[in-house]
Structures are given as C-alpha cells and as structure tokens.
C-alpha cells in the first residue's frame, strides 16, 4: 500500500494574497539533453502565512517549470526543470520568518 501523501488545511481565502515568482535564471533554460530551449508548461504553487505587524497576509511562491519542446517531438526523455524555491526558516512549515519573529517576540 502505497504511504499516504500529507495534506493540510488550505489557508483562509478572505487573506490577501502576494504572489511572489521564481524563475529559472536564462542561462538554465536550456535542454541538457540536446541543448534546445525549454518552454514554460506550468507552475507549481505554494503558500505561507506571513504576519506583517497588524496585517496577515498569504504569500504564494509560485516556481515556474520547463521542458524541452524538441525532446518531446522527438521521444526523447525530456526532464522537467522546476526554479529553486528560497531556502525557509523552518523546512516545511507554511510559516514565513515574519510570522515566526511575530511569534516569537509577543
């Protein structure tokens, strides 16, 4: 049997929300299997809960992920290339680091 995937309750859809994007830098949108351009075919959202002193807001990070278009064509495997998401305070957690010095300063 398969282990079953953790999922929590989505944040509140009344919180504003600032969205914030990671992009792959130019130099690696490229195939590294035959050295085409990678086309964006989707993006990967995550949200944390961020805390500005007498404001809460929802920051969404969204990482934007690339494939090759010419390995596709040609069966070739094509890899999915996903931009790096910022490193957090708390691996995990959908605290943002004002949250957690809000949290851990009152």
């Known amino acids: 049997m398969p282990p079953k995937k953790r999922s929590r309750k989505p944040l509140p859809a009344h919180l504003p ?3 914030i ?7 690696e949108k490229v195939c590294r299997c035959c050295q085409g351009a990678l086309h964006r075919m989707g993006e990967e959202t995550s949200e944390q809960l961020d805390i500005v002193p ?6 969404q990070h969204v990482r934007f ?3 090759c278009r010419r ?15 910022p490193v957090q305070p708390i691996p995990g957690s ?3 680091a004002g949250a957690l010095a ?4 009152r």
Request: net charge positive.
């Open 102 to 105: 809000t949290v851990l300063t």
């Open 94 to 96: 959908i605290a943002s």
């Open 21 to 27: 994007e990671h992009d792959l830098p130019e130099a």
């Open 54 to 59: 007498a404001k809460v807001q929802v920051l």
């Open 17 to 19: 929300r600032t969205r």
């Open 65 to 67: 992920k690339y494939a």
């Open 71 to 85: 390995c596709d064509r040609h069966g070739e495997s094509s890899k999915i290339v996903t931009s790096a998401m």
